[in-house]
C-alpha cells in the first residue's frame, strides 16, 4: 500500500475548485480514491451532490476519464464499459490496463441504484463501486433514505411533537452486498486514511466486483461544525455507530476494534440532526440497544469464518 508521501505525489486526479461544502467528507473520500487509483480509471458517478459539485459545465474536477449518469444507473454504466474494454482489449485494440470505478451517495446506492449495483455483482464486472454515504438525500434537500439512521431529523422525517425524527433503523447494505458472495466488502470512514487506502488497493487489485461503504459526514445534512467533519467520523467509529470491518474471500475482520466503546450521546450530539432526542431516553436506549446487538452479531461473524 503506499504511503501518505507517495499519495500525496499522485497529483490530483480528483481536483480543488469544486463547489462542495466545507468540511464535506464526500470530497476527502473522493480525493483518497483517485490518489490509489491513479490516472488509468474510469468513473462514472450517479446524480447526488458528488457529482453535482464536481462537474458543473464547463468546468470538471475530474482528471479522469469521467461518465455522468442517471440516479439509477451508474453501476450499470461502468460495467457496460467495462464489458467493451475486455472486448476491446481481446481484439488487441487496447493495451493498456484500466480500472473502473462507479459511485454514488446512499439514496443512489442504497435506494435507486440498488438494482443496477446487484446487477452489476451478480455478473461478475470487473470494478469498485464505491458509495458515499452521508446518510440521506443532501443534494436535493435533506430527505431521508433507507441509510437515514434511526431518530435523525430530515425534512422528510421531522422531528416535531409526535414524531421524533425517523422511526425505522437504516438498511444494512454492507450485508446485502456480502449475501451476494462477493470477495470484497467493505466499510470504512476518512478519519483513517490508511485503512480506507489499504481498502481501496485491496478492491482495485480484484478480478471482480468490489464494494466499499464509506461513511461521509455532511455539516449540513447533520447540522455539525465544518471543522469536525473527521472528529465526528472518528467518533461514529468509537461508539460502535460505524464499524469499520472488512469481508474478505468469506472472511470477516474488524479492523478497528474500540478497547472501551465511547457512549453512542458523544456522536450524536454534536449533530443537530439528533438534537431532540436529548431527553429521550427511550429512543437512546433502542439506538444503543440496536448498535450494540449489531456490534455483537459482528464480533461472532468474525469469530466465526476465521
Ligand atoms: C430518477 C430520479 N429521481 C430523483 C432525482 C433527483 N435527485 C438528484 S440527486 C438526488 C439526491 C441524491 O442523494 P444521494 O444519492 O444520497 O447523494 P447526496 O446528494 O446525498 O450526495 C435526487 C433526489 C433524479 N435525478 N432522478
Redesign the pocket.
Known sequence: MPTIKELTRTGDLFTSGHRACAGCG?TIILRLLMANAGKNTVVGA?????E?VSTIYPYTSWDVNFVHN???NSAATVSGIETAYRALKKKGKIKKDIKFIAY??????FD?GLQSLSGAVERGHNMLYLC?N?G?????GI?R?SATPFGAHTTTSPAGSKIKGKMQQRKDLTEIMIAHDMKYVAQATPHNWSDLSNKINKALALNGPAFINVLSP?PL?WGSDPAQSIQIAKLAVETLYWPVYEYENGKYKINIKPKKPKDIEEFLFVQNRFKHLKNEKELIDKIRKHLNEKWNELLNKEKCTN
Open positions: 464526500g450517479a446524480t447526488g451532490c458528488m453535482v442517471a440516479f439509477e454514488g451517495g446512499d439514496g443512489g446506492t435507486i458515499y452521508n440521506a438525500y443532501m443534494n436535493t430527505q433514505s455532511c445534512g
